[in-house]
């Protein structure tokens, strides 16, 4: 089992950045991988990042490639999400979310495949 937590959303305007974090409890969070989504009002919820167990691996949308880096630290079951140079269209809830199987060898894009998931954070970008 393993409980997530966001935090880091908030209000920002065009160009600027924002850091979410999500901190984990629970004993295999080093042996996840693990995942950022994010749902805007009346869309789907959509793959942002991922991370491998091992922080040796990271993937990303091509909407958010090259403007956010997600990270992991394994010793303070933490993940973070900087994201930079936010567009308007980044107005969205982010939630955090642990693969549903250990040890997987590939980062999914598919929610399904996210067992755990964070409670969200919003975060909103003005133009």
């Known amino acids: 089992q393993v409980q997530l937590v966001e935090s880091g959303g908030g209000l920002v305007q065009a160009g600027g950045s924002l850091r979410l974090s999500c901190t984990a409890s629970?004993?295999?969070?080093?042996?996840?991988?693990m995942g950022w989504f994010r749902q805007a009002p009346g869309k789907e919820r959509e793959f942002v990042a991922g991370?491998?167990?091992?922080?040796?691996?990271?993937y990303y949308a091509d909407s958010v490639k090259g403007r956010f880096t997600i990270s992991r630290d394994n010793a303070k079951n933490t993940l973070s999400l900087q994201m930079n140079t936010l567009k308007p269209e980044d107005t969205a809830d982010y939630y955090c979310?642990?693969?549903?199987?250990?040890?997987?060898?590939?980062?999914?894009?598919?929610?399904?495949?996210?067992?755990?998931w964070g409670q969200g954070t919003q975060v909103t970008v003005s133009s």
């Open positions: 979310a642990a693969d549903r199987y250990p040890g997987r060898s590939s980062v999914s894009r598919a929610g399904i495949d996210y067992a755990y």
């Open positions: 629970g004993r295999t969070f080093s042996s996840r991988n």
């Open positions: 991370i491998r167990w091992s922080g040796v691996g990271t």
